[in-house]
């Protein structure tokens, strides 16, 4: 049966690593890890490289099953206690890009992007393909906002062999999380850095990245290919200045950001990119009344 991969491939002329999506293959794990692949590095273009990883990832574009689940199934946070409890907000259908990380049982850390189904000032439903449990506490980040919270695992529906209905709650309720005006502008921006860090194997590594954009809280970065999980710090150099700064999300391998992480400065007092950055996102230019009838 045709599988798919995500192959880490490291620039013969750079340090740059790249994760580069294989779909419909029919070879081993070790057969992929045998071959040359062509890939396109950002700064020295077309290369050849033997993949330094191997995965293997699920389909993109897999369809969804069909909306035949019986409505009892379909509400995200049934009330569990016998008195019921008024909800805090209404629930809306929102599709929202997000990263849910932490510990899941006996498989340990993971970090899944996802997007959810159902928000309200409460939380959140989202499909995951990491099995969780009741009660479990994980973390959210909104990929807009950058904005984090501690959530709490409160329903779990299954709703594909793939993947589960999870409903999420926060601590408490959060009026304005799910808002799609981010909290800090990003300016597009290209600066080559260099990283320092540690790999999941715990060995440090340094290698060149470029900048994606920036904000007055962090940036996007594109070419690392070492980081795995969000939580890790990491250095950041550009030119003579350095700064640190915390990985608050990693792009899913096999999409269009498996190349690209997140981070957050640690150090506000040490401004390494040195060009104006504006301090909250432009607000959208108002709307012409509609004219009366």
């Known amino acids: 049966m045709p599988r798919n991969f995500a192959i880490r491939l490291r620039c013969p002329r750079g340090d740059s690593d790249s994760w580069v999506t294989v779909a ?3 070879e081993s794990f070790e057969q992929i890890l045998e071959q040359t692949w ?3 590095c950002r700064e020295h273009g077309l290369q050849k490289g033997i993949p330094q990883e191997v995965m293997e990832v699920a389909p993109l574009d897999d369809p969804r099953p069909s909306q035949t689940t019986p409505a009892s199934t379909a509400l995200p946070f049934p009330a569990t206690p016998v008195k019921k409890i008024p909800r805090s907000g209404e629930r809306i259908s929102m599709r929202v890009p997000v990263v849910i990380y932490g510990f899941a049982g006996k498989a340990g850390a993971f970090h899944e992007d996802t997007q959810t189904v159902i928000v309200n000032p409460s939380g959140a439903l989202v499909s995951l393909k990491t099995k969780l449990a009741l009660g479990d506490t994980v973390f959210l980040i909104h990929k807009s906002s950058r904005q984090e919270q501690e959530v709490r695992v409160v ?3 299954s709703y594909s062999d793939r993947e589960t209905r999870v409903g999420l709650a926060f601590n408490k309720p959060i009026s304005d999380f799910w808002k799609k005006s981010r909290k800090k502008a990003r300016i597009p921006k290209t600066f080559r850095v260099i990283v320092k860090g540690t790999d999941p194997n715990g060995h440090p590594f340094v290698q060149s990245a470029y900048t994606v954009d920036l904000s007055q809280e962090g940036a996007r970065l594109d070419g690392i290919g070492f980081l795995t ?3 890790q710090t990491i250095e950041v150099r ?3 200045r350095k700064a640190r ?4 999300w990693i792009g899913q391998v096999g999409s269009s950001e498996s190349n690209q992480v997140g981070v957050f400065r640690l150090q506000s007092e040490k401004d390494i990119w040195r060009v104006e ?3 909250t996102a432009a607000a959208p230019p108002p709307q012409s009344p509609k004219p009366s009838k």
């Open 277 to 279: 950055l504006p301090e």
């Open 38 to 40: 062509d890939f396109k």
């Open 155 to 157: 329903y779990l529906d």
């Open 245 to 248: 700064f915390r990985v608050v």
């Open 238 to 240: 550009r030119r003579w």
């Open 229 to 231: 999980s969000p939580g």
């Open 24 to 26: 419909n293959r029919e």
